[in-house]
């Protein structure tokens, strides 16, 4: 019976130019997840979602057909049934979709159709049908269930912090299409290539200082210097929506040193820095430990 708990993440710096080589810092978020178990038994397959949550299932069938041609298989291959329980909110930068990709190529590997080397590849091919492309970030830490350091296209060196740096996630309430947010920084490649280098290198820069940040005992100050750095990379892009602006203006009001999107920007998620623990019952939204 196979059983998988695959989690979502949040990238501390390094979105959009991990995709031309670039490092990202990503993490798991231990409350977030997908929990995917097929119980096998001789009857035609059958799909329980719990919650009915219709954008999920829409993607799962969607997915599944393009796993199942890449094997060889067909559905009526598939037999009992299969629950799925994600709570990970589809369109916010969690990973949703890679949490789904991920598990699939778990349970492919169950089913003796796909080897255990191959289920990175494979669920990032399955990634890219939701994203045009994907750089594999999200897939590597859903995958490996740990922090990385991660570069395309395959390095993924584990990440250890020596300190716990007061971050927080909360939604700032409209999702982003990270289709569309790749097209824009590629439109601006195309468009200016001199201008969207130098952003690519600013990002770069920043998950430098934050990665030095996490490794130097309580280097708060440097820790600010990246994620403000990494900020900046999303309006220079122009993916802070208004969403996000009066989201983050918000936490900062109320003591956030800093914030930035964490995803592909538009929506979605916003990670804040503090220097103490925040009083969640300031906000009228939810502030996730990270």
């Known amino acids: 019976m196979p059983k998988f708990k695959t989690h979502g993440k949040w990238i501390l710096a390094g979105e959009h130019s991990v995709l031309r080589g670039g490092h990202a810092l990503v993490f798991p978020v231990r409350s977030k997840f997908l929990l995917f178990e097929h119980i096998e038994e001789d009857q035609d397959f059958q799909l329980n979602i719990k919650n009915e949550n219709r954008d999920f299932e829409m993607a799962f069938w969607g997915v599944l057909e393009k796993a199942l041609h890449r094997v060889g298989h067909k559905r009526s291959d598939l037999k009992g049934e299969l ?21 699939l190529a778990k349970w492919f590997c169950s089913l003796g159709w796909l080897d255990e080397e191959e289920q990175y590849e ?4 399955l990634e890219d049908i939701f994203h045009g492309e994907s750089s594999g970030v999200d897939v590597a830490v859903a995958l490996r269930n740990q922090a990385l350091e991660f570069q395309r296209p395959h390095s993924m060196e584990s ?4 300190w716990q740096p ?9 999702r982003g299409v990270t289709a ?8 601006l490649w195309q468009t200016d290539e001199k201008k969207a280098r130098q952003i690519d290198q600013r990002m770069e820069q920043a998950v430098q200082m934050a990665k030095q940040a996490l490794l130097e005992k309580n280097n708060l100050s440097l820790l600010v210097e990246g994620i403000q750095r990494a900020n900046q990379c999303f309006q220079d892009w122009d993916l802070i929506s208004r969403d996000l602006e009066v989201h983050s203006k918000a936490l900062i009001d109320k003591g956030a ?25 300031d906000f009228p939204f939810e502030l996730i430990e990270t």
């Open 159 to 162: 990440f250890i912090p020596i």
């Open 166 to 174: 007061h971050l927080y996630l909360s939604f700032c309430g409209k």
């Open 180 to 187: 569309d947010c790749v097209r824009q920084v590629q439109k």
């Open 257 to 281: 040193l800093v914030t930035k999107p964490t995803g592909s920007g538009g929506g979605g998620f916003v990670i804040s820095l503090w220097d103490k623990i925040p009083n969640a019952s």
């Open 83 to 103: 629950f799925l329980n994600s709570n990970i909110p589809v369109g916010a930068g969690m990973g949703a979709s890679a949490t789904l990709c991920v598990s």
């Open 122 to 125: 494979f669920a990032k091919g």
